[in-house]
């Protein structure tokens, strides 16, 4: 299978993992050899309650048993969709009532996008340095790193950048700027938190230029971070929320959620200014449903921030430089690149499954499903330590 992977279906990268995979049940993943692998990244962040979490899989059966795709996005009634953005907006601060159900986060990303210019009648898009909001052009217009846009100029224009957590930066935005998009915590920059009140700020800003704030939520929402969506830690509601990656329970799925009033400027004028063939599709709403549930009717998301705490205090080694993030949404910050990958490369020989972050080099991924046991969280922690002290620093470095 590995050489069929290889031979015909498209890489992302030289030297994928490629991890030949049998079955996946709870926080392993099996491979065609037999051996049992602890996943502490949980397809990076996707599968928030675990693979194959009975409560998703049943909703998949009962619903593929019903009907499949039946209409293009927004013309048919149907069930699973109908529930899930109900349920959505009930848990959602107000004004956040309406949702379009997206296929995945970066195209709601494109659709957000879309829905700020659309409804301020402007074009400035401001995004922060060291983002990341997906690879479909307009996400990629959004990340302001050279080596990754440079293959696929031009790209989508009116962009500008800021510094996340820069209160200096905020005079940047002006009454031209449609809207800014933030990251509620930054991923792939190292999963940077904002701080001194950052959001807050940024909300203000934009409030008092009549821009419109868009935090994208795709990796800290659905419960990773102890709350159902991270911007409820820190005390702001922005006019647009983007979601994806865990919102599916590891099926594919994206979302953009703005009050009725911006929402319905993408209804006409033109009409269908925003449209999607399987966006909405029942088996994944179905799917999304249950996920949405299980996070909201369980204490996972409490748990998350205990889950946090044992990690913190088992993790300790003169390597780890820091650990960042929140709840289950955290990276180890090493000494060096090398060690890092080091450290990924080996814990996979483990059967600990680690991953890189896409700008920080220097991180080593940790994003469990939110369903991990202490007990998995106590074996993962014991081989991370165990790798480290095993690591020659001077030859690593060399």
């Given at each position: 299978?590995?050489?069929?992977?290889?031979?015909?279906?498209?890489?992302?990268?030289?030297?994928?993992?490629?991890?030949?995979v049998?079955?996946?049940?709870?926080?392993?993943i099996?491979?065609?050899?037999?051996?049992?692998?602890?996943?502490?990244?949980?397809?990076?962040?996707?599968?928030?309650?675990?693979?194959?979490?009975?409560?998703?899989?049943?909703?998949?059966?009962?619903?593929?048993?019903?009907?499949?795709?039946?209409?293009?996005?927004?013309?048919?009634?149907?069930?699973?969709?109908?529930?899930?953005t109900?349920?959505?907006?009930?848990?959602?601060?107000s004004?956040?009532?309406?949702?379009?159900?997206?296929?995945?986060?970066?195209?709601?990303?494109?659709?957000?996008?879309?829905?700020?210019?659309?409804?301020?009648?402007?074009?400035?898009?401001?995004?922060?340095?060291?983002?990341?909001?997906?690879?479909?052009?307009?996400?990629l217009?959004?990340?302001?790193?050279?080596?990754?846009?440079?293959?696929?100029?031009?790209?989508?224009?009116?962009?500008?950048?800021?510094?996340f957590?820069?209160?200096?930066?905020?005079?940047?935005?002006t009454?031209?700027?449609?809207?800014?998009i933030?990251?509620?915590?930054?991923?792939?920059?190292?999963?940077?938190?904002?701080?001194?009140?950052?959001?807050?700020?940024?909300?203000?800003?934009?409030?008092?230029?009549?821009?419109?704030?868009?935090?994208d939520?795709?990796?800290?929402?659905?419960?990773?971070?102890?709350?159902?969506?991270?911007?409820?830690n820190?005390?702001?509601?922005?006019?647009?929320?983007?979601?994806?990656?865990?919102?599916?329970?590891?099926?594919?799925?994206?979302?953009?959620?703005?009050?009725?009033?911006?929402?319905?400027?993408?209804?006409?004028?033109?009409?269908?200014?925003?449209?999607?063939?399987?966006?909405?599709?029942?088996?994944?709403?179905?799917?999304?449903?249950?996920t949405?549930?299980?996070?909201?009717?369980?204490?996972?998301?409490?748990e998350a921030?205990?889950?946090?705490?044992?990690?913190?205090?088992?993790?300790?080694?003169?390597?780890?430089?820091?650990?960042?993030?929140?709840?289950?949404?955290?990276?180890?910050?090493?000494?060096?690149?090398?060690?890092?990958?080091?450290?990924?490369?080996?814990?996979?020989?483990?059967?600990?499954?680690?991953?890189?972050l896409?700008?920080?080099?220097?991180?080593?991924?940790?994003?469990?499903?939110?369903?991990?046991?202490?007990?998995?969280?106590?074996?993962?922690?014991?081989?991370?330590i165990?790798?480290?002290?095993?690591?020659?620093?001077?030859e690593?470095?060399?």
């Amino acid at each position: 299978m590995k050489e069929d992977f290889l031979k015909y279906q498209a890489q992302t990268t030289p030297h994928p993992l490629a991890l030949e995979v049998s079955h996946a049940k709870g926080s392993y993943i099996y491979t065609t050899d037999g051996l049992r692998h602890l996943d502490f990244v949980a397809g990076v962040s996707a599968c928030s309650l675990g693979h194959c979490h009975p409560r998703i899989v049943q909703a998949i059966k009962e619903q593929a048993e019903n009907y499949l795709h039946v209409m293009v996005y927004g013309e048919y009634a149907q069930k699973p969709a109908v529930e899930l953005t109900k349920l959505l907006a009930q848990h959602f601060p107000s004004p956040l009532e309406k949702t379009y159900l997206t296929n995945s986060g970066t195209e709601a990303i494109e659709g957000s996008l879309k829905l700020a210019r659309r409804f301020t009648g402007r074009t400035q898009i401001l995004a922060a340095k060291q983002a990341y909001h997906g690879n479909t052009m307009g996400s990629l217009s959004l990340m302001d790193f050279e080596e990754r846009q440079k293959p696929f100029r031009p790209l989508l224009g009116d962009i500008g950048f800021i510094n996340f957590n820069s209160e200096a930066d905020l005079g940047k935005i002006t009454e031209k700027t449609a809207a800014v998009i933030v990251e509620t915590i930054q991923g792939g920059a190292g999963i940077i938190l904002p701080k001194d009140n950052y959001l807050k700020k940024l909300k203000q800003r934009c409030k008092a230029t009549g821009s419109l704030l868009i935090l994208d939520e795709i990796q800290p929402g659905f419960g990773r971070t102890g709350k159902l969506f991270g911007f409820e830690n820190f005390g702001v509601v922005p006019d647009i929320v983007a979601m994806g990656k865990g919102m599916g329970g590891g099926m594919p799925i994206g979302a953009f959620s703005a009050s009725s009033e911006i929402m319905d400027s993408l209804s006409d004028n033109p009409k269908m200014g925003h449209i999607t063939t399987f966006g909405g599709h029942p088996v994944i709403a179905a799917a999304a449903l249950a996920t949405l549930k299980e996070i909201t009717e369980t204490d996972l998301m409490a748990e998350a921030l205990q889950k946090e705490k044992l990690i913190r205090e088992r993790l300790v080694h003169p390597l780890i430089k820091e650990i960042r993030g929140k709840g289950l949404m955290l990276a180890l910050i090493l000494p060096s690149e090398e060690i890092a990958n080091e450290v990924i490369l080996r814990c996979k020989e483990r059967q600990l499954i680690l991953f890189w972050l896409l700008f920080e080099k220097k991180a080593v991924r940790i994003t469990p499903p939110l369903t991990i046991s202490e007990e998995e969280i106590l074996e993962a922690c014991g081989i991370i330590i165990d790798t480290l002290e095993g690591i020659d620093t001077q030859e690593t470095i060399c």
